[in-house]
């Protein structure tokens, strides 16, 4: 039996369960650009909406072992050296592919910092504040939830910080 496209995820439930209110926002499928960046932009493209509202999700390991969640603008990169000191770390290095899975129980593309395994430190870039309602992936790709920052940042105790990389 084929799945439904529009079927709702953990995220939407845990979002139901916690009564926070959301849209959810379901897109096809495809192969897009290469790249987290790239595949974000387009994403929010297809959709008509504005790169700077989606955030994409980033698992990094600290110099301690510690597992940090990082969620800035899909047009960004995470500067690593930002990242850590919001995190209070020496330093922190992104997951490898291959250990996404099995830290967060999300496979890349389809990784939200709501409904993780376990609880990690969030930290989402700033200018989340900035915007009434932001988009963040809904737990599987092919399928995001747009709600307001400061419920997704109650809900997931996260902060804020400066974490993205000066344009040159």
Same mark, same amino acid.
């Given at each position: ?26 897109? #096809? ?46 047009? #960004? ?21 291959? #250990? ?45 939830? #747009? ?22």
């Amino acid at each position: 039996m084929a799945k439904n496209k529009e079927e709702k995820t953990n995220v939407m439930r845990i979002l139901d369960q916690k009564k926070i209110p959301y849209t959810a926002r379901f897109y #096809e499928e495809s192969e897009g650009p290469e790249g987290t960046r790239e595949y974000g932009v387009h994403i929010a493209q297809t959709l008509g909406q504005d790169p700077a509202r989606g955030f994409k999700t980033l698992v990094a390991r600290g110099a301690s072992g510690g597992i940090y969640v990082f969620e800035v603008p899909a047009a #960004e990169n995470l500067d690593l050296k930002k990242a850590a000191r919001a995190a209070g770390e020496k330093s922190v290095e992104l997951l490898h592919v291959a #250990e996404i899975n099995a830290v967060t129980g999300y496979i890349r593309g389809g990784c939200s910092p709501v409904g993780m395994k376990k609880a990690y430190p969030v930290i989402f870039h700033q200018t989340a504040l900035d915007y009434e309602t932001i988009y963040i992936s809904g737990g599987r790709i092919g399928a995001q939830v #747009e709600a307001a920052p400061g419920d997704l940042i109650r809900l997931l105790r996260a902060q804020t910080a400066d974490i993205i990389a000066n344009k040159a």
